[in-house]
């Protein structure tokens, strides 16, 4: 991948909106030694406000829809928003839950879903860098 | 240039103000390089705090009451025993005074 628009280091923040922590773990997978994002420069944030991705696990229960909504609103432009887990992408087992808002498209647009309960570290890996390429794509649009 | 030296260490202004300025421009730099995406205006330049909404800045001060949070718990009991006969009233306080005075003068009196 040959990136010339988006060429700096991709920063995620990582929004738990009701994970049973599976997909977390596997997140923080990514980070160890084992795969270790960082030596590419992906690295996990504390606030929105420096991210590039927002990293979204869980089913967005009804309590952190205004959090999820306000998280998103407060990412600078240009953003990726990826689902992370079957939860976050249509629910799974929780879907039409009557304490759940998601998943996480009903909030807020997502632009990457990553599929599995949970899923594999590498395709977590393989989902940012299809962020990291629509990144590039919106930077070139001037977003 | 004036040089005081005194033993072990040295102070001189004009050191002082070019470490000033060399420090002035490092602080330039740095903020020259950083984030320019954020549209003003929009909720991009609010404070984050876990995705809570974040009251207004008016609202937002922390008032020396809260710093001594700790202090008044531990000696509410104290306050709530002091508090009960502090009424306001110039009455009750002149009463203190009058039973205080007595009690005083009694206790002289019954000492020698």
Not at chain 1, 56 to 67: A, F, I, Q, Y
């Given at each position: 991948m040959n990136l010339k628009a988006f060429n700096r280091a991709l920063w995620v923040y990582h929004l738990n909106t009701g994970s049973c922590n599976g997909c977390d773990i596997e997140i923080l997978a990514v980070l160890t030694p084992r795969y270790d994002v960082e030596r590419f420069g992906i690295r996990l944030v504390g606030s929105p406000r420096h991210a590039d991705?927002?990293?979204?696990?869980?089913?967005?229960?009804?309590?952190?829809?205004?959090?999820?909504?306000?998280i998103y609103e407060q990412t600078p432009d240009p953003k990726v928003v990826m689902a992370v887990g079957n939860c976050g992408a249509e629910g799974d087992v929780f879907h039409e839950a009557y304490s759940l808002v998601g998943p996480i498209d009903q909030i807020i647009p997502v632009d990457v879903y990553v599929p599995g309960c949970p899923p594999r570290p590498e395709a977590i890996i393989e989902g940012v860098v299809k962020a990291w390429a629509k990144l590039e794509t919106l930077v070139k649009q001037g977003v | 240039m004036s040089v005081l030296t005194y033993g072990y260490a040295v102070w001189s202004p004009i050191v002082w103000l070019v470490v000033l300025?060399?420090?002035?421009?490092?602080?330039l730099y740095v903020r020259s390089r950083g984030q320019k995406r954020y549209k003003k205006g929009t909720a991009q330049t609010d404070v984050f705090i876990s995705g809570v909404q974040v009251p207004p800045a008016e609202q937002r001060h922390v008032p020396a009451h809260n710093i001594y949070w700790g202090f008044f718990e531990a000696l509410q009991g104290f306050y709530d025993t002091m508090m009960r006969p502090h009424t306001g009233?110039?009455?009750?306080y002149i009463l203190w005074l009058v039973a205080i005075v007595t009690l005083t003068v009694v206790v002289l009196v019954m000492t020698g």
């Open positions: 991705v927002l990293l979204v696990t869980g089913p967005v229960g009804r309590s952190m829809e205004d959090s999820v909504r306000r | 300025v060399v420090l002035g421009l490092i602080v009233i110039i009455n009750d």
